[in-house]
């Protein structure tokens, strides 16, 4: 338990340090509201090294805190919507043990971006940014390539180190 | 290698590629039907309604009495002309004419939208 605390504690410092580094580069796709989702990198991590639940909790935390420091409350609210989906999407891929942290990576991105599309098209009462469904897709499958790679990599080099 | 990517792997990207862009080609028909109207809005309020059957040219006033943007309709499709913004982006933004397509002009508030007088397919997707 006190070792929990303790990745609990080094992984919610590293995902909002991600959410730090994310908000100071404004890497713009063209479409308003795609992001790299680098914080995803450390809840794979977490999924694949420490726990699932771990990664749940840390994942929310770290929504949570972060959208107090750099957001507001819509951000959060929106972020909760894309963190969760995306989290349950990859829970079930990761569990029927066919795929690899590339497909998990990239079934998370796409989930989050269209999590928070349904939150804003509730929100706004506008079914009309609906429409953006195909290009948050296709960000989607991008980002979560590229994050797919790159927790890939890092599971693959340090991830036992973690297990408890 | 096999540790990184799977079988799996490559049959599942290549089906979401595939679906993704199949469905963004779907949505493309949907949505880019031609519009039969162009509603310009300033400040949040409709300023006004012109068809794009007729060629015309609106001049968007604000509510100083100044003329901020010139919107030109000619051959269905509506373009900004002018602008009294610093950076002209909506002059740069093209020529709008399908349903849904808009131009906006931040620092004045304008923003012009086609709109179509049936109703759009929208509702069935968002069911």
């Not at chain 1, 043990?97 to 928070?116: D, P, Y």
Request: charged letters at 15%.
């Amino acid at each position: 338990m006190k070792n929990k605390i303790a990745y609990w504690g080094v992984f919610l410092a590293l995902a909002l340090v991600c959410s730090y580094v994310e908000a100071l580069i404004p890497i713009s796709f063209g479409i308003p509201g795609v992001k790299l989702g680098l914080t995803n990198i450390v809840v794979i991590l977490m999924m694949y090294s420490v726990g699932e639940k771990d990664a749940l909790l840390v994942s929310v935390l770290r929504i949570i805190l972060a959208g107090f420091l750099f957001g507001n409350a819509f951000s959060i609210i929106y972020s909760l919507a894309g963190g969760m989906l995306s989290y349950i999407v990859m829970l079930l891929l990761k569990k029927t043990n066919k795929f690899k942290i590339l497909s998990v990576s990239v079934s998370g991105g796409i989930s989050h971006n269209i999590g928070q599309l349904i939150i804003a098209a509730l929100i706004v009462e506008n079914y009309n940014i609906l429409y953006y469904i195909p290009a948050l897709i296709i960000s989607g499958i991008i980002t979560g390539f590229i994050i797919g790679i790159l927790s890939g990599e890092i599971v693959l080099r340090i991830g036992n180190r973690f297990k408890l | 290698m096999t540790k990184r990517i799977g079988k799996n792997d490559i049959i599942f990207l290549a089906v979401i590629i595939i679906f993704a862009v199949v469905f963004s080609i779907i949505l493309k028909i949907v949505f880019l039907k031609q519009g039969d109207r162009v509603d310009i809005s300033v400040d949040g309020k409709l300023y006004g309604s012109y068809s794009l059957d007729t060629d015309t040219e609106v001049d968007i006033v604000n509510h100083n009495g100044t003329v901020t943007n010139v919107l030109i309709i000619k051959n269905h499709t509506a373009d900004m002309v002018e602008a009294t913004c610093p950076d002209k982006l909506c002059i740069k933004q093209k020529a709008i004419s399908k349903d849904n397509e808009s131009i906006v002009c931040l620092p004045n508030k304008v923003i012009a939208t086609v709109t179509s007088n049936t109703k759009s397919d929208i509702d069935v997707i968002s069911q």
